[in-house]
Every structure is written in structure tokens, then in C-alpha cells.
């Protein structure tokens, strides 16, 4: 299955990489343009893995020439939407600096470290670069002051990504054709409606009909079934101004149309907890965490997600050693699947960390690496010394230092022509050099760390998903899910970005909510920045199927208790459990933890753990909580207090209704809403006073109000 995969998306100008499938790292590879627009100058490549960048808009047709045939790859390039910005900053906000020092970095050139620099101007530093619409995040750094950089954000004008749902009959059909339907979203400030939108259908190359076999009707796909041998795979992108996130439905030859793209059903009702392993339990074992999953089973968690349990030398274990066995500090791989088993019969299912974007500095492929042995010579990303912006004084003072990583100098090696060149890393992380997936070693080595651990978990959690490339994760999606249909990938990519949704991540970060919740908590925004965040998923162009996960805190930050306290880490813990999406608790949260990674504090907090406790048990009883829609509620602060701390909204089916209304300040505020309330808290199952006023309820709110709406039925 040497295949390259499904059409690819883009815009001119993007670069994206396309590779042969589970690849033969000694077999040759040959890529062709078979067609390409008219005025394209896109010439062949000479590199068995293209990052190609279409040059004008239009289809590009290529194929790749493998042992085991010929195979078709299609690009669809969309017109470039990038418009100039800058990057601005005042020189004052940085500490006492040399100009000469300051770099950024940030999304837009994957934070790599000393790469660009800005020019100063009237005591303004700029930096001007191509965007497309939306919000693009950067870092201004003094030197390697990464404690004191200054993180901006900057808005580019312009419409947002229109959004493309795609349905179809979900029983066999009478007759020699099915038909698939597009519904349509337009992006923010478009200029088009939801019917004026384009939608441009493909089959997939792949499959035995072409894209002539279709009959195209505006938003709607006629398909042949009478002499179907197999199903086949239908992509589609709406197109505006900007052209969307493709979705993709399988046709089956008895008519059937099967969405492609949804996460596990099991995913969108799910409570997440994760455990930090090497601090949840004093001995740190496998065996100790299987000894608490009566724990787990009280807190009414569905999914565990754990932090790297594979071999490394350090504590959070994401500097990985060896990928095809557990670390021998926490156990055995039996202990290991023992635990996981223990899970599954307490109905908990096991997501663990999957690391591939990097390895440890002391992976002994990086060791031959460095040491340029042949077959190694390129499983990382090296870079000349002036290329990587890093400092000749900041290297190991000699060849052959006795232990450079010890004092952790840049990873370096001299090649045999005397060359000195620096293993590329993100950020300041050079304990984790990146590996290259120009390499099809590299690329069959972790396609074959998926297939070891995909029998035994049910689901990954991708570190520095940004990292890897898009048809890589296109290809573990797939492979994945041909195994099992329920298992669950969920990507950690900072900010988030909706073209993670296009079939290789059923669950992504979310990050702006979780940004807000402590911009509120601290009182640097208002309470209606949480509907701003809860909702942002949309203005983003994130599909209809997208879940993401929302939390107060994780592995990487500090924790919410500590720094807004304990009345607002309330109100921001109901709004992750009541919000759509798939509520994350970090261990420890619900037990008064103050410290990020400490050990779990087992003889802490008992009333937060049973205000957890509740909240999990409404979001389970409650149907509305679950999987019911967002919608607006009026509602105004009538007492005196903080009105800028409070925010309303309700959740709805068409069975239920629940109005939550949160209060982030320190005191209690009294809060009309415009609905007419029951008064049973669904959290403390206690009886709240209510006031009928103005066609609405009065109800005093310490931190947290969730309580049902009275049905007009």
C-alpha cells in the first residue's frame, strides 16, 4: 500500500508534503507531473518525499512510480488568501536587551528559535510576513531569555474558512445511485450565503470510479452504485472566498453513505483525566496506578490519559529511549497491559502519549546519527551552524567533550568533510532533536511503533502534533482506524488549527478556552470571554465533526487553584463540564494540588473532590449537558458585586434544558436570567432560592449555578 494517500487541499504558496505510503526505506521512489495548470512552471522533483508548493490555482495531477506500481496523487490549490501584517512590538517591553539579540518566533516558523529578526524603528520593533485571515501568535526574545519573551497576538481582516457537512442515506437504497449532500456554513465575515456557496466533490483516487462518474448538482453528488465492487471514498470542499476543511463520506455499493471523519461515538460523552505517571502514586508503578482505579471509578472518569509511559531517562518521559517497551522504572509491558485491562473492566478506557515528532537526545538512532553512520545519517533534522542561528560559543568547547548534553549545548556533530552541523529543535528543547520524515526509514519506524501500542490502548494523545507532517498523520489516521474504528487520536498542536480535523484527529486542544478561563479568573477579561471561547471553534473553520478538549490546566501549566483561587477555579471547572466538547481533569485539580507535577495530594482537599464528583455525575445524567446545544440566555447582575465575573448560558435538547450561570469573582452576586428555573441544583442536588421577576429567575451565585429550565410541555 505504497498509495500517497487522498487528495490533498491547499492554497497557492502552501507547501505540502507527499510521500509514498508504509514505505520500503531501501526501495527507489519516483515522483512525475502528469498535469498541471497552464501557466504552472511546477517542475519534478528529485526527493522520494516532495514538499510540493503549487505555484497558480487549479487541480495538479502527479504520480508515483513504486515497486509496486503506479499510483495517482491529486492537489487541489486554492487562490492565495495571505495578506501583509507585521509583527509589532515596543522595545521597552522586552528587559535591557541589544537589538542585535531579539529574534521571535511562534506558529508561523513552527517556533524555531533565532531564525527571524525584526527591524527597529522609532523604538518599535516589526517584523512583516504573509498571513492568511485570522489570529496569528508570535514571541519577541531577548537573547535566550525564554523566562521574560513577550507573546503578542496579532488579527488578520478577512473572511474565515466556510464549513462543508456532508450526509447521505444510512440504509441500502433502491435503485443505481445514491445521492450525497453537502450542508453549508459560510465563513465569518463572508460575503456569501450558505446556498451560494460552492461545493467541489472528488473521488478518491484510490477507488475504482473517477470524479466524470458523478453528477454534480450544485451542493449535491449523484453516485453510481449498479456496478460497485467495493466502496468508495467522496471528499468535498465548500468554497467562498477561502475553501473549507474537506470532509469525506464512503459509499458502499448497496447505497449505504458512511461519514468518515466523526470520532468515536464513546468520545463525545467522555470525561477525561489525566495522570502525570510518575507523580499520581509514590511508587510510581503500573501495579500502584492499577491499585487506585477505585479511585478513578469514584470520580465517574471514562478516559484516562496518560503521560509517556514509554523507556526515558527523565521524569515526564517525553525525551523517549526506546519506543517498543514500557520504561522499566514503572514496569513491566505485562504490568502495563495488566492495568489497562483493569481499566477496561471498570469501563475506563486508555489514551497514552504518543511522541514521534522527536526522540531523546540519548536515542542510540540519534547517537549513530551524530556519529553520521550511513544509515542514520539523516533520521534527523541537521542544519549548517549559520543556518540553525545558534551561537559557535554556545557548542561543546571541544570535539570530544566528555559529556555536552550534561551542560546541554546544542546537539551538534561534525561531518566527515569537518563541517559542524546542529540538530534542529523546537523552542529551547535541545534535549529533543527532531526527527526527519524526508527519511522513509524514519517514517517506517513510526508507522511501526502506532501498530505495537494500537492493540493495546485505545487511543493517542500526539505531543507536538505541529511538528509532524499533515499526510503523516493522514496516514496513521487511516491505519488506525482500519484496525478499529473506536480508537481515538487526539493532537496537542498550539494554537489549534482546523486542518487537523481533516481526517487525522478526532479531539484537538483547546486552547483559547482554556486562555480564557484564566484571563477571567484573574480579572484581566470579562465573563462573556468564556462564550467567546466556547463558540470560537466555528469562527475558526473548524468542521461541525470536530470535538475539542477543554481543561483548566495539564502537565504544562501552572495549576488554576493557585493562581485565581478556589472560588474561580469552581466556576471555570463547571464551565469545562458543561460546556460542549470533551471535558479534561488533571490530576490533582480535584484534590487541591497547588504545584503542576507535585505528588498526588491523596489526604487533600475532600470537598473539591466532591464537587468534581458531581459535576462528572450531572454531565453523565444529564443529556442536555452532554450533547446539548449552546444557546444564549439574557441575564443581568441585579445585586451589588463584580458583574464582569459573571457569565449565563444554557445547554438544550429538545427534551432539556440547563441554564449554568458562573461567578468568577470573590463575592456572591444576585443574577436574573431569562428563564423560568427549577430549583434543584443539578451539582449539590441542593434546593436554591429563587425569585420570579421581569419573565425570568432570580438566584443567588457563590461561584456555580447548574439547574434545569421548567418545560412548557
Known amino acids: 500500500m505504497q498509495q500517497p494517500g487522498p487528495p490533498r487541499f491547499c492554497t497557492v504558496g502552501e507547501s505540502i508534503e507527499l510521500a509514498p505510503r508504509d514505505p520500503d526505506p531501501n526501495a527507489s521512489y519516483e515522483w512525475s507531473v502528469h498535469e498541471k495548470p497552464t501557466q504552472s512552471e511546477l517542475s519534478t522533483p528529485e526527493e522520494t518525499v516532495w514538499h510540493v508548493e503549487p505555484d497558480v490555482p487549479g487541480i495538479y495531477r502527479f504520480e508515483l512510480e513504486t515497486p509496486d506500481g503506479q499510483y495517482v496523487q491529486r492537489v487541489r490549490a486554492f487562490p492565495d488568501v495571505r495578506r501583509l501584517t507585521s509583527f509589532d512590538l515596543e522595545r521597552g517591553r522586552l528587559p535591557d536587551h541589544d537589538p542585535d539579540d531579539v529574534s521571535l518566533m511562534g506558529p508561523f516558523n513552527e517556533h524555531l528559535f533565532d531564525r527571524e529578526h525584526p527591524t527597529l524603528e522609532d523604538g518599535i520593533y516589526q517584523y512583516e510576513i504573509d498571513l492568511p485571515p485570522g489570529t496569528h501568535r508570535y514571541g519577541y526574545i531577548a537573547g535566550d531569555d525564554f523566562e521574560n519573551a513577550v507573546w503578542e497576538e496579532v488579527e488578520v481582516p478577512g473572511p474565515g474558512k466556510p464549513r462543508v457537512f456532508l450526509e447521505g442515506p444510512d440504509d441500502p437504497v433502491d435503485g443505481s445511485e445514491t445521492t450525497i449532500t453537502a450542508d453549508t456554513t459560510p465563513g465569518t465575515d463572508s460575503e456569501y450565503d450558505a446556498d451560494e456557496l460552492a461545493v467541489e466533490f472528488y473521488v478518491d483516487d484510490r477507488d475504482e470510479l473517477t470524479d466524470d462518474d458523478l453528477e454534480v448538482d450544485s451542493q449535491e453528488a449523484r453516485v453510481p452504485i449498479a456496478d460497485l465492487e467495493g466502496p468508495v471514498r467522496i471528499h468535498a470542499v465548500a468554497v467562498g472566498e477561502r475553501h473549507s476543511i474537506a470532509d469525506c463520506v464512503i459509499v458502499h455499493p448497496d447505497g449505504r453513505v458512511e461519514r468518515r471523519n466523526d470520532p468515536p461515538e464513546w468520545a463525545r460523552d467522555a470525561v477525561v483525566y489525566e495522570i502525570f505517571v510518575r507523580s499520581f502514586t509514590d511508587e510510581a508503578t503500573f501495579e500502584s496506578l492499577e491499585r487506585r482505579i477505585p479511585y478513578l471509578e469514584s470520580l465517574g472518569v471514562d478516559c484516562l490519559w496518560l503521560t509517556p509511559v514509554l523507556e526515558s531517562p527523565t521524569k515526564h518521559g517525553y525525551h523517549i529511549t526506546d519506543y517498543f517497551d514500557t520504561a522499566s522504572d514503572l514496569g513491566t509491558r505485562e504490568e502495563f497491559e495488566s492495568f489497562v485491562d483493569r481499566c477496561h473492566e471498570s469501563g475506563i478506557r486508555v489514551v497514552f502519549d504518543l511522541v514521534i515528532n522527536h526522540t531523546a ?70 534535549g529533543i532533536p527532531n526527527v526527519n520524515y524526508d527519511s522513509l526509514a524514519v517514517r517506517s519506524l513510526f508507522l511501526s511503533v502506532v501498530d505495537e501500542w494500537v492493540d493495546v490502548v485505545d487511543g493517542f494523545r500526539c505531543d507536538v502534533a505541529w511538528g509532524v507532517p499533515h499526510g503523516f498523520w493522514k496516514e496513521i489516521y487511516e491505519r488506525v ?57 466555528r469562527r475558526e473553520g473548524f468542521p461541525e465533526w470536530s470535538l475539542h478538549m477543554r481543561y483548566v490546566e495539564n502537565h ?79 441575564w443581568e447582575v441585579v445585586s451589588e458585586g463584580d458583574s464582569d465575573a459573571v457569565v449565563a448560558y444554557a445547554r438544550e435538547t429538545d427534551d432539556e434544558t440547563v441554564a449554568v450561570v458562573l461567578n468568577f469573582g470573590a463575592d456572591p452576586v444576585h443574577v436574573r436570567v431569562d428563564r423560568d428555573l427549577e430549583p434543584t441544583d443539578l451539582v449539590t442536588g441542593e434546593e436554591r432560592d429563587l425569585e420570579r421577576a421581569d419573565e425570568g429567575t432570580v438566584l443567588e451565585v457563590e461561584d456555580a449555578a447548574v439547574v434545569p429550565v421548567r418545560s412548557d410541555k
Request: charged share 30%.
Open 361 to 430: 537526545r540519548e536515542h542510540a538512532a540519534f547517537d549513530m546519527s551524530a556519529a553520521c553512520v550511513p544509515e542514520y545519517e539523516d533520521w534527523y533534522v541537521w542544519e549548517s551552524l549559520e543556518e540553525s542561528g545558534v551561537d559557535p560559543d554556545e557548542l561543546a568547547p571541544e570535539i570530544g567533550s566528555e559529556n555536552p548534553r550534561e551542560d546541554y549545548a546544542p546537539p551538534a556533530r561534525t561531518t566527515p568533510d569537518g563541517e559542524t552541523e546542529v540538530a534542529q529543535y523546537y523552542f529551547n528543547w535541545r
Open 481 to 537: 482506524k482500519s484496525q478499529d474504528s473506536e480508537f481515538l487520536l487526539l493532537d496537542e498542536t498550539v494554537p489549534r488549527e482546523p486542518e487537523y480535523a481533516e481526517s487525522e484527529f478526532d479531539v484537538h486542544y483547546d486552547t483559547t478556552l482554556y486562555s480564557a478561563l484564566r484571563d477571567v479568573g484573574n480579572g484581566d477579561r470579562s465573563g462573556d470571554a468564556v462564550l467567546e471561547a466556547a463558540t470560537a471553534p
Open 556 to 634: 504544562d501549566e501552572t495549576r488554576y487553584l493557585e493562581e485565581c483561587g478556589p472560588q474561580a477555579q469552581r466556576a471555570a471547572v463547571t464551565a469545562v463540564l458543561t460546556l460542549p466538547g470533551v471535558p479534561m481533569i488533571y490530576y490533582g485539580q480535584e484534590r487541591g494540588a497547588t504545584e503542576y507535577r507535585q505528588l498526588m495530594p491523596w489526604e487533600g482537599d475532600g470537598e473539591a473532590t466532591t464537587f468534581h464528583r458531581r459535576l462528572v455525575d450531572a454531565r453523565h445524567e444529564s443529556p442536555a449537558l452532554s450533547r446539548g446545544e449552546l444557546v444564549d440566555v439574557d
